[in-house]
C-alpha cells in the first residue's frame, strides 16, 4: 500500500526503483520501462498545467517551497543524485517514459558524470558545494548550464529598467504600508503586481543584479529593507531554478514578511540607538503580529504567512518565535533569512556603518549550518560572486 501524497513523491518513488533495477540490470529492462511508464504518468495530469520543479534539500524533497519530507525512495534518489551533482530536476509538459528511462541510463552508465545532459522535457540543476580553503577566491560552485534567465515565462509586464521599477514601486509599496497602518485592508492585488514588475526586470536585465544597489537613501527603512529582501530573494530562487508561480510567490512572501513591523510603535522602528530589553521584546512579537495579519487577509498566498512567522526562526531554530527544536523552517523562510541578513548588515544604520560585501560573504559563512541554510548559503554566494563580478568587468 502506498502513502503517497503527491504525484511528485510517486515519482521519485518509481524512479529510484528504475535506477535501482537498471544498476542490477540495464535501462531497457523491461521492469525498467514499466517503472519509467509509471512514473511519466504519474506526473502527466500535473504537467498539462504548467512544469514541475522538483528541489531536492538534505535528502528532502521541497515542492513549491514545502518540504514533502523524506522516505526510503526519496533518500535514495537523493543521494543517487548528488553523486552526479544535480540538486533539482524540472519537468515539463509532454515528458515522455523515453525521456525518464535515458535519465536512467545516463545515471547508471559507469564514467557517464561528465555526460549527463538535459532532456527536452526533463531538465536537470547542477550543483556543487565546497568550503573555501584559504588561498582560494570562491566559497562555491553552482553550475549553471541548464538554467537560463530567458526560459522564465512573460510575466504580462513591460520590460524596464531595475532602478526605474525600484524607485517607482518602493513609493507605491510604502503607500500599501500606510493604508495598512491606518488599518485599511492590504491591497494584495498591489502586492502581486509589484512583484511580476520585479520578476520582469529581472528577466529582462539577465545578470543585472539590481538588489546590489539597495534603496538605503530613503528615510523608511521597513520600507526599503522589504523591497531589497524581495529582490534578494528572487535572485536566489532563479539560480535555483524556480520560475512561474512559484517564483512569484517567492517575492510576494519576502515583500511581505516584515508586515508585523507595522503594527510596532513607530518610535521603535526609528530609534536611531539599539533597543532596551523592552523594546526588544515588543520587537520580537512582530513575526507573530505579521503572520495572524496575513492569515486574515484574503487573498495572501499561504507562504506568504509562513514566511512572515518563520523568517526570524533560523536553521537550528534558535531563533525567534521560540518553537520545539523538530520544527522544520519552510525552504522559503531560510532564503528570506539569508536575504534578510545580508541586506541588514549592508545597510547603514544609527549605530553602526555598513558592512563591505566581503566582509558580510563572511558572516554568512559562519553562520552557515547553525543559523542559516549551508546549501542555499552558498548558493547566495555564488549568485553574489557571479553579479559582483559581472560588475567590475
Same mark, same amino acid.
Request: charged fraction near 20%; charge should be positive.
Given at each position: 500500500?502506498?502513502? !503517497? &501524497?503527491?504525484? @511528485?513523491?510517486?515519482f521519485c518513488r518509481h524512479l529510484a526503483t528504475a535506477l535501482a533495477t537498471a544498476a542490477l540490470y540495464d535501462s531497457r529492462h523491461a521492469q525498467v520501462l514499466r517503472l519509467c511508464q509509471l512514473a511519466a504518468g504519474a506526473v502527466r495530469p500535473i504537467l498539462d498545467d504548467g512544469g514541475l520543479a522538483l528541489l531536492f534539500v538534505e535528502d528532502e524533497l521541497v515542492l513549491e517551497g514545502c518540504s514533502l519530507g523524506r522516505g526510503m525512495y526519496i533518500d535514495r534518489l537523493a543521494?543517487?543524485?548528488?553523486?552526479?551533482?544535480i540538486s533539482h530536476l524540472r519537468l515539463k509538459a509532454g515528458l515522455e517514459a523515453e525521456e525518464i528511462r535515458s535519465?536512467?541510463?545516463?545515471?547508471t552508465?559507469?564514467?557517464?558524470? !561528465? &555526460?549527463?545532459? @538535459?532532456?527536452?522535457?526533463?531538465g536537470i540543476g547542477r550543483v556543487e558545494v565546497r568550503y573555501r580553503q584559504a588561498n582560494e577566491e570562491s566559497d562555491g560552485i553552482i553550475d549553471e548550464r541548464n538554467f537560463r534567465v530567458e526560459d522564465l515565462p512573460e510575466m504580462g509586464v513591460p520590460a524596464e529598467t531595475a532602478e526605474e521599477v525600484s524607485e517607482e514601486e518602493l513609493a507605491r509599496f510604502a503607500e500599501i504600508c500606510e493604508a495598512v497602518r491606518r488599518k485599511r485592508q492590504l491591497h494584495v492585488v498591489g502586492i502581486s503586481e509589484i512583484v511580476a514588475r520585479f520578476v520582469a526586470a529581472f528577466t529582462s536585465e539577465a545578470g543585472n543584479f539590481f538588489a546590489l544597489a539597495p534603496l538605503r537613501e530613503l528615510d523608511e527603512y521597513t520600507f526599503t529593507h522589504s523591497i531589497n529582501v524581495c529582490t534578494l530573494n528572487i535572485a536566489q530562487a532563479m539560480a535555483l531554478g524556480i520560475e512561474g508561480q512559484m517564483l512569484h510567490d517567492i517575492g510576494v512572501a519576502a515583500l511581505l514578511h516584515d508586515m508585523g513591523k507595522l503594527f510596532l510603535p513607530e518610535e521603535i522602528l526609528t530609534k536611531e540607538g539599539q533597543l532596551d530589553e523592552e523594546e526588544w521584546?515588543?520587537?520580537?512579537?512582530?513575526?507573530?503580529?505579521?503572520?495572524?495579519y496575513l492569515l486574515e487577509t484574503p487573498g495572501v498566498p499561504r507562504l506568504a504567512v509562513i514566511v512572515a512567522y518563520e523568517h526570524h526562526i533560523q536553521y537550528d531554530t534558535?531563533?525567534?518565535?521560540?518553537?520545539?527544536?523538530?520544527?522544520?523552517?519552510?525552504l522559503v523562510s531560510q532564503i528570506t533569512t539569508i536575504s534578510d541578513v545580508f541586506d541588514a548588515l549592508r545597510t547603514e544604520r544609527a549605530y553602526r556603518g555598513s558592512m563591505q560585501v566581503h566582509q558580510i560573504s563572511q558572516i554568512l559563512l559562519q553562520n552557515a549550518g547553525s543559523k542559516l541554510n549551508p546549501q542555499l548559503t552558498h548558493n547566495f554566494l555564488r549568485v553574489l560572486e557571479r553579479v559582483t563580478s559581472a560588475a567590475a568587468s
Open positions: 500500500m502506498t502513502t !503517497d &501524497r503527491h504525484p @511528485a513523491q510517486t543521494r543517487q543524485l548528488r553523486r552526479f551533482g535519465l536512467v541510463e545516463q545515471l552508465t559507469a564514467g557517464a558524470q !561528465d &555526460r549527463i545532459h @538535459a532532456l527536452p522535457h526533463l521584546q515588543l520587537m520580537r512579537q512582530h513575526p507573530v503580529r505579521g503572520a495572524r534558535q531563533g525567534y518565535p521560540q518553537v520545539g527544536t523538530s520544527w522544520k523552517q519552510n
